[in-house]
């Protein structure tokens, strides 16, 4: 182990050496010595950090703008179409998204959303939340500021990669937004944009609900499209720079088996993005082409389409011959994995919490780091899951409901090393703790209610139904952004020098953990009696087929989800007001952790270390029987031994 | 601050930054033509035969084509090896070939390639309307298998539905936009001209008056004949002497497999521009033709989706590497001035350029066997 270290510490030495030479050539890296202007320094940064931040608080406003979207369905939801807005709450919304999404409810001054604005909401909630929201927070926001600071880097390998990716996403994100504001508004074919749904909604040369025509690139469906192919591009330039610097820039010492667990989940997640979302890049690319060119990629043969609005049929009429499954193929390839992009960097940073709150080290960490790559290789043979509704046969149906289930064994391995974790801990419960520990069971509600799922049979039944909506939610509601809160709260001190609010912090966690049960749980009984999840009125046009307790049910959930509203606007508050009033923290490691970040000064400057950082210790060492404080910092030397200063860092 | 091993390899992994960054890259590359590789795949198997053509690509110039990336592929590695001995003028020698010959692929691709298609004319003959259309199709509808026509044995197999050609561009320059435009039926026509007539709202009928034009601009290809179908009142034989204009294809120079279907010569694989062929001058009926008819552009059939979506995206990439090229040739700071002062790593640089031309070259070896020869 010691002749390891030494191995190591020579081995930097090289490299400074090597270093050296390469020095007074790379321009690029030399203007640190003065002060960057505020462009330079905030906007377009090369700094990890701040790269991380501007992703987090661009995901963050995403999040909420997602959420507001799901707050008006519920409303259309639980009080059926034909009930305006409260108050002037319809006029407003009427005023900035237009006749496309909002109409004035007959014999009132009130506006609602329309059937055809539900479905914009609808296909924009589950977009924002999964490619603009989380993503964006836990792989590119925190894995930018925390991992490099965790295996003891300057920065990302590719800095000004780094930059470019966070810009391509901003593109994709003005490109989404702008698409609410075009005729005919956004896109309405759900987040998997289903052909042929998706190549015929909102065609150019027809007509929004204000008369206008809808042009051939700025239309919802196309705007969508341009936006995806700029965030799978921002993602994929993301992730080789992820992957790289795990692999290149961990400082001596720091050995694979000594890496934070939450940077073994970026460097998997990084291969699940890198690997998984260009065949969704192609498919993409694939429906621009049936969009703005009128190929039939996706198009199949006998495909008519009637526009009710114009006079004449201007629609691109498809040659036909295309594949509508063929787009599913590729989505789910993405997709699939893509729920392992949500939850791996939230399982991450709630083993950081629980690591570090427990005051003891991770139940089976080796068994965790072989668990993800289980699960990331499976995640790539399991899509099909997804599409038992095509008719795909026994056969092929056999296979995905084995890996399906197979997938669950590493999900368990991690869910119940962490539940193991907690076990004699001396638990700290702190907001970030809280949130970390209310992450265990909802995770595991929202895991094991996918087993059922995974069978063909069940899911026949099941498909597009409540139950689904709940199931996955579960996973990345009070699952993956249960995290990112937690994540948020033990890391802000970091970041800005200051703590956020604990009382805020627990009447924020108390409030969201009941309600988001409230929102959820029954959706899984709604589901089970077949409400279908992109009813425009809540299943009232159907009451002859759905019992009407379930109907009522859903008044229940849309209170909660307000309710659950509320309690963000404190997280809010609390997010904004504690940069500049919270309280101050003590020291630069606050939270008495062992992992390198809080090795670093508060908030780490341009660079991060001061000091060249050599790592002597594996990731989790609390309590440490003997050891003089219940942690030992990864680079604190084993006592007594000699210390070999590295060649200064530069 | 100084960001390690961008030069030299990290000594434990073995890599510097960048050749781990490119071949990352080079794996999500490989995942993106893989799917767009699985699109044609579905979309070949899913194609009705007679959908699917077949030697609609010039093979010579192709083969040409994928000779200069290869050759393009040897250049580069001659490159980075006179770069290893240092010797600056044979690296810019190399260099210089291999991106003048990227830029002599996209030459041909973009001058030549791409554009014989769009001065084409293709249609699919609707199956009800074969009979008509019979003596083009060279189908054996008429004729026992094996009976001798112009002295040439009648084909089998599946009927033939497509009808290739010229249209008359030196007449009617108008012919081109013109032709693939869909049928529109009288009525349709007079409900367009009838929108915002009998308005009295003047606001409205403003809207209304201005959406008629657009639909006239996309229907009606000739300005003299939008401003005859706007004139009050209209003179119906002009009405139906423009609905004929709008709904016929005159073709000047039909394809020679239409014009002499039966001639083994044309069950060989051709390619689009044949300027030996018969005259022939044939009219269509747009009524008779099924949705997919126009220049051969991916509108047409899923083949020419496939093709120009993944030729225009290998293109882009050749595009690319070029500028990379370019960029490391020129005597500028990051390009060959480097060689003076960093000359490892304008290697490196090379090296990662290359690997990427690498791929790049290989993925067309993929894609033209699967255009050009399959």
């Given at each position: 182990m010691m002749g390891g270290d030494y191995l190591n510490l020579s081995l930097y030495n090289m490299a400074q050496d090597h270093a050296h030479d390469a020095h007074g050539h790379q321009d690029d890296h030399g203007h640190d010595h003065h002060e960057l202007g505020f462009w330079r320094k905030w906007v377009f940064s090369t700094d990890h950090k701040v790269i991380g931040m501007q992703y987090t608080v661009t995901g963050l406003a995403f999040l909420f703008f997602g959420f507001c979207l799901m707050m008006l369905m519920r409303w259309t939801i639980a009080k059926g179409g034909g009930t305006p807005l409260p108050g002037s709450l319809g006029g407003m919304m009427h005023g900035i998204f237009g006749d496309d999404v909002f109409v004035n409810v007959p014999g009132t001054e009130g506006y609602t959303l329309s059937p055809q604005g539900y479905n914009v909401f609808g296909a924009m909630h589950g977009t924002i939340m999964v490619f603009f929201g989380i993503v964006p927070i836990a792989m590119a926001g925190f894995g930018n500021f925390v991992m490099p600071l965790q295996i003891g880097a300057v920065d990302m390998a590719f800095p000004r990669l780094n930059m470019a990716s966070f810009w391509s996403f901003f593109i994709s994100c003005v490109f989404m937004v702008a698409s609410f504001f075009v005729p005919g508004s956004a896109a309405k074919s759900g987040w998997t944009n289903y052909p042929p749904l998706a190549g015929i909604a909102d065609l150019p040369g027809s007509l929004g609900a204000s008369g206008e025509m809808l042009g051939v690139w700025t239309n919802g469906g196309t705007l969508w499209l341009l936006g995806m192919v700029f965030n799978i591009t921002g993602s994929l330039l993301g992730s080789i720079n992820f992957i790289t610097t795990i692999v290149q820039l961990r400082a001596p010492g720091m050995t694979w088996g000594r890496l934070p667990f939450f940077c073994w989940a970026q460097f998997i997640t990084a291969y699940l993005l890198l690997l998984a979302f260009p065949p969704l890049e192609s498919a993409a690319v694939m429906n621009l082409f049936d969009r703005?060119?009128?190929?039939?990629?996706f198009q199949p043969s006998g495909l008519f389409v009637t526009q009710v609005a114009t006079a004449a049929n201007l629609v691109p009429q498809y040659s036909g011959g295309g594949s509508p499954i063929l787009w599913q193929h590729l989505f789910w390839f993405l997709a699939h994995p893509e729920v392992y992009v949500l939850i791996l960097p939230g399982i991450g940073m709630i083993t950081e919490i629980i690591a570090c709150n427990t005051r003891k080290p991770i139940w089976g960490y080796k068994a965790m780091v072989g668990a993800l790559f289980v699960l990331a290789f499976l995640s790539f043979i399991v899509w099909a899951h997804h599409m038992y509704m095509t008719g795909m046969g026994p056969k092929v149906s056999a296979f995905f409901q084995t890996t399906t289930i197979m997938i669950s064994v590493p999900s368990v391995i991690l869910l119940t090393a962490l539940l193991l974790s907690l076990w004699g801990g001396s638990i700290r419960f702190n907001t970030p703790m809280l949130f970390a520990t209310a992450f265990l069971p909802m995770f595991g509600i929202g895991g094991l209610t996918g087993i059922p799922l995974a069978f063909n049979a069940i899911d026949l039944f099941m498909h597009d139904t409540y139950y689904v909506i709940a199931h996955f939610h579960y996973v990345v509601a009070p699952g993956t952004i249960f995290a990112i809160f937690a994540g948020c709260y033990y890391w802000y001190p970091k970041a800005t020098g200051r703590f956020m609010s604990e009382t805020l912090g627990k009447i924020h966690f108390w409030g969201s953990l009941v309600f988001i049960n409230l929102l959820f749980f029954p959706m899984f009984l709604q589901g089970m009696a077949g409400m279908h999840r992109r009813w425009y009125d809540g299943g009232l046009a159907y009451s002859n087929t759905v019992l009407p307790e379930y109907i009522k049910m859903n008044e229940t959930v849309s209170y909660a989800a307000w309710a659950l509203g509320l309690f963000q606007l404190v997280f809010i508050f609390n997010f904004c007001y504690s940069i500049f009033r919270g309280k101050k923290v003590p020291n630069d490691n606050p939270w008495q952790a062992t992992t390198l970040e809080w090795d670093t000064p508060t908030p780490p400057p341009h660079g991060n270390f001061i000091k060249p950082i050599t790592v002597y210790r594996a990731a989790y060492e609390y309590s440490v029987p003997g050891a003089d404080k219940d942690y030992t910092p990864q680079s604190e030397p084993p006592a007594g031994t000699p210390i070999v200063v590295p060649a200064p860092a530069h | 601050m100084e960001i390690p091993y961008t030069v030299r390899p990290r000594p434990d992994t073995g890599l510097a930054n960048p050749k781990l960054g490119i071949w990352l890259f080079l794996a999500s590359e490989v995942m993106l033509f893989g799917g767009l590789f699985a699109g044609y795949i579905f979309m070949r198997l899913g194609a009705e035969p007679w959908m699917w053509p077949k030697g609609w690509l010039n093979v010579p110039v192709g083969t040409f084509n994928t000779f200069v990336l290869i050759f393009s592929s040897v250049t580069v590695i001659l490159a980075w090896e006179s770069l290893k001995m240092r010797k600056l003028f044979s690296y810019k020698v190399w260099l210089g070939l291999t991106w003048v010959c990227g830029l002599l692929f996209l030459t041909i691709k973009l001058s030549y390639e791409w554009p014989a298609k769009f001065h084409h004319f293709g249609a699919y003959i609707q199956k009800a309307a074969k009979e008509k259309y019979e003596p083009y199709l060279g189908n054996d509808a008429h004729v026992e298998n094996g009976a001798m026509i112009d002295g040439h044995e009648a084909r089998k197999g599946y009927p033939r539905l497509f009808l290739g050609g010229h249209l008359d561009l030196d007449h009617d320059k108008y012919a081109m936009a013109a032709s693939s435009v869909q049928y529109v039926a009288e009525e349709k026509l007079d409900a367009v001209l009838k929108l915002g007539k009998d308005e009295t709202d003047a606001n409205k009928k403003a809207k209304l008056i201005s959406r008629r034009d657009e639909i006239l601009n996309t229907i009606v290809i000739r300005p003299d004949d939008i401003a005859e179908l706007k004139k009050e009142p209209l003179d119906p034989k002009k009405k139906t002497e423009i609905l004929h204009r709008m709904n016929t294809v005159h073709m000047h120079a039909v394809d020679a497999e239409n014009a002499k279907p039966y001639d083994p010569e044309n069950d060989k694989a051709h390619f689009v521009p044949r300027d030996q062929i018969p005259v022939e001058h044939l009219v269509l009926d747009k009524q008779d033709l099924i949705a997919g008819h126009g220049p051969l552009v991916p509108k047409l059939n899923t083949y020419l989706a496939c093709y120009f979506m993944i030729t225009g995206l290998h293109g882009a990439h050749v595009l690319a590497g070029c500028i990379c090229f370019i960029y490391f040739w020129l005597p500028i700071k990051g390009g060959s001035k480097l060689f003076y002062t960093n000359p490892e790593q304008l290697l490196n640089r090379i090296e990662v350029s290359g690997l990427f031309w690498h791929l790049v070259d290989l993925i067309w070896i993929f894609v033209f066997p699967i255009f050009y020869l399959l």
């Open positions: 703005v060119f009128g190929s039939s990629f | -």
